[in-house]
């Protein structure tokens, strides 16, 4: 059977199953794996491993392994890449919220930048704790702060709700840890400081033309504190007299953030401008590796939690049952992902790919960018429509661009923003939290979204066509 069309079958089960059987994402991907790797003949296998360097007699052996062990190895190996690294993001999120350490980011940032640059605190607050915190969190997190300032000034609510998605937004599928960005980089062998760098220069381009269009929407609508929406006066007080003496320092609660991006940001850097063999990037190798830094960076969230709870390590046990609950299903989700893409290159599907595209590697990114946004409008989930997207363009990355596969996950991610619509969990949280209608939601949030994932796109063909950085 033609590997294409093993692979319309695939995403059809992965769509189909989340859409028409309703099924659970990780059991969609599952199963669309299960699809894909009994469609894919033995000799096909075969030659594919040949192609990938293995000798004869491994190429058999590979080829002669059942269906299901082709997806339960491509299951382990994605629990193997990304598995340690989302559990302790998941921990680092947890203690960054409940240390109060979140908060602190989001006052300092609105208190450095005045009442005039309060939708910029937003938006680069909620950019940064968007970094390890999911995006639900981040704007529970910051919705009653955005109705207070609401309530004291009497204008501008619309600017807030903006600028608080468009710096969440950007950064739920950008840079990693959060899950998405992680599986991609890992799917198309992108290291992890590579793909923090990526993302924030994007991050910071994408969420600057979010912050132009959110003040121009302002103008243009308001958006009143319904009934229901508004905050009651008791609670405005406890916002407005809040005793921020509790909360932790600005360096500290920042740490756990940094640590990752100031370890693997700067050791790619190092390895780039200095080689692999230097000296000095191999004595910091140990702790450019993702698994190490995102450690550290969990001790260090760890220590903060533990010292601004009055309760000290008291119930630090449940705190972390209820993160590495949430970790463990993003877990699962990534790791059927990552089956699901095994099997797929498994099919031969890379040089029918190839051979589409007659060696014009650019014409991949707007494949990338709006295969993601196909699946993204159909089921609505923004991370499923990257795990499915790297699927079927992670091949091609095997083979080799003439351009770094950076640029790849990063249309990926700008592609996961356009449309969010009614099937989207996003959609109904921005609505409810702010008190929006759905016709007010779309217009408003789905449009800065969409219109930042363009921008996005066009960033990253850009720098793939002036600085292409291949290898």
């Known amino acids: ?76 190996d994605g629990c193997r890449k990304v598995g340690i690294l989302i559990a302790l993001a998941a921990v680092i999120g947890k203690c960054l919220l409940d240390s109060g350490a979140a908060e602190r980011i989001v006052l300092t940032l609105r208190c450095r930048f005045g009442e005039k640059g309060t939708p910029y605190a937003f938006a680069g607050s909620s950019f940064i704790v968007g970094i390890p915190v999911f995006f639900d969190t981040v704007f529970y997190l910051l919705m009653p702060l955005a109705k207070a300032l609401r309530v004291k000034t009497g204008a501008n609510y619309l600017l807030y709700i903006l600028c608080i998605v468009a710096g969440a937004t950007m950064a739920h599928s950008l840079v990693p840890p959060t899950p998405g960005p992680l599986l991609v980089a890992s799917e198309l062998n992108v290291s992890i400081g590579e793909m923090m760098i990526g993302g924030l220069i994007v991050g910071i381009i994408t969420v600057s033309s979010g912050i132009i269009y959110a003040r121009w929407a302002n103008t243009k609508w308001e958006i009143p504190l319904r009934e229901g929406s508004a905050l ?195 959609f109904w949280i921005i609505g409810r939290m702010s008190g929006m209608t759905e016709e007010e939601t779309f217009k408003t949030a789905s449009i800065m979204m969409s219109l930042m994932g363009l921008v996005g796109f066009g960033a990253v063909v850009t720098g793939a066509w002036l600085f292409p950085m291949a290898g």
């Not at 894919?40 to 000798?55: C, D, M, N, V």
């Not at 494949?367 to 429509?385: C, D, E, K």
């Open 232 to 426: 009651t006066r008791e609670e405005l007080e406890q916002i407005e007299n809040r005793d921020e003496s509790d909360l932790p320092g600005f360096f500290v609660s920042l740490l756990p953030i940094l640590i990752p991006i100031v370890l693997l940001a700067g050791y790619a850097i190092l390895s780039v401008n200095l080689g692999d063999e230097h000296s000095l990037v191999q004595s910091l190798a140990v702790f450019g590796d993702k698994n190490v830094a995102l450690a550290i960076a969990t001790v260090a969230a760890l220590r903060l939690l533990v010292f601004s709870s009055r309760d000290g390590a008291n119930g630090l046990k449940d705190k972390m049952q209820s993160a590495l609950a949430s970790g463990g299903v993003i877990i699962l989700i990534t790791a059927a992902g990552a089956a699901f893409g095994y099997v797929l290159k498994q099919t031969g599907i890379t040089l029918e790919l190839k051979a589409m595209f007659g060696g014009k590697d650019l014409l991949i990114l707007p494949v990338a960018f709006f295969l993601t946004t196909a699946v993204r409008i159909a089921q609505g989930s923004a991370t499923v429509a990257m795990i499915t997207a790297v699927s079927v363009v992670a091949p091609l990355a095997a083979v080799g661009l003439a351009f770094h596969p950076v640029y790849l996950a990063l249309a990926i991610g700008c592609g996961s923003k356009p449309i969010p619509w009614m099937n989207d969990s996003g």
């Open 1 to 76: 059977m033609n590997p294409l069309v093993i692979l319309l079958i695939g995403m059809i089960v992965v769509i189909g199953g989340i859409l028409g059987l309703r099924l659970h994402a990780f059991l969609a991907l599952l199963l669309g794996a299960i699809v894909v790797s009994i469609l894919t003949p033995a000799e096909a296998i075969r030659e594919f491993w040949l192609s990938s360097g293995k000798e004869a007699a491994e190429a058999d052996a590979l080829a002669g392994k059942t269906f299901m062990e082709h997806v339960v190895f491509g299951f382990g």
